[in-house]
């Protein structure tokens, strides 16, 4: 087992208090190895082995339509006699109403509760209901570029090449783990994706008209990154002589945000200083999914630099959003507590135009400002602009 410390850093501050620790991501990004982390934690700090309780809810290993209340008991029954137990209940949101049982065990047992899902329903308004102010969520991704490093550590190859792996096989652990070709590394990455689809997606939402859900999904994969609404999927579709409503879209896009496929990124007004509710971009949970569904393509590499900072600036805790300021577009501005940031991202800096830099330099404040590029030869310092190389954007703090 790699260690992910960063995960474990996040869960610290929460250990052992009536708070339920909610770890969400997308399906094979690491969450049961994470547990198996804390599991070792809770053994370093004396907690004995039979109070910590590990359930797995997944499909295989549970009773077909377990209910809450069974879950609740069987529980129950497994700390009788213990004084203090640790819960750590995997891929929960495979039971109906757990968030009533989670609730029940908060309440009436000592008892430090962590759970895993992949869907964000677990943060539904049923939660809010049951949980208001008594959970906290530690969102999880795909291994980080500084991760991906660690699971690679016996490769005999430069950090460069790594990097040029990490950008073409993404970082879903179980990818980083082998040593493998593209159309097998690909392949894992595909079966992945469509058991998120057809589990999470397909069979949760009762959707009958599969192929048009499928094409929806390419059109949003195809344009990762890009601005698109969807009316224009809509329009789009109708070209191709395919009718579906834009109320559908809407619903896909939604399911698609709740299993953690695709992440939005709403656009932020400088000037006016406010969230725009229109025109917002979505990036994927990994590259990877873009390769394996469309095919490994070089000309993606600009949209794919993007989703990988924007993952990036998610991991460190900022809000991200694109910038406006006029006509002017920023890629990134991410936000966190009192901090602000400004990311731009290019694979090199254009001959005949000063776009990265210049729309930075028009932004009249003192927050630190980047350009994030892939060519060496590109790095330095502009008018206190950074420019800096992706591989030391991803393994240097940010300052």
Known sequence: MIDRPEYI?????????????????IRRSGKSTIFEMLKLEMLKRKIPEDAIIHKRYTEMDIPQNITAKQMFEELKAAMEGKDHCVLLLDEIQEVRDWEKAVN??????????????????????????Y???????????????????????????????????????????????????????????EDIYHTVISRDIVKRHRINKQDLFDRVVKFIIENMGKTFSANSISQFLKSEHRKVSVESIYNYIRWLEQAFIIYPCQRYDLQGKSVLKTQE???????????????YNRKMLDGVLENIVFLELKRRGYDVFVGKNGTKEIDFIALRR????????????????????GNLMEIRDHYPKFVVTMNPLDTGIENGIRIVHLKDFLLEDIK
Do not use: H, W
């Open 9 to 25: 850093n996040a869960v610290k501050p929460f250990m052992g208090k009536p708070l339920v620790k909610i770890l969400a991501g």
């Open 104 to 129: 029940a065990l908060l309440e009436g047992t000592d008892a430090d509760i962590y759970v895993t899902g992949s869907n964000s329903k677990l943060m539904s308004s049923e939660i809010s209901t």
């Open 131 to 189: 949980l208001t102010g008594r959970y906290v969520l530690i969102p999880v991704y795909p291994l980080s570029f500084k991760e991906y490093l660690t699971f690679k550590n016996k490769s005999t190859l430069s950090q460069n090449e790594l990097l040029g792996e990490y950008i073409r096989f993404g970082g879903f652990p179980i990818v980083a783990l082998g040593d493998y070709e593209a159309s097998s590394a690909y392949q894992i990455v």
């Open 281 to 295: 971009k979505y990036y994927l949970a990994d590259c990877s999914l873009k390769y394996a569904l469309l095919g």
């Open 338 to 357: 009192d901090e602000k940031v400004y990311v731009q991202v290019c694979v090199q800096l254009p001959e005949n135009s000063d776009r990265e830099i």
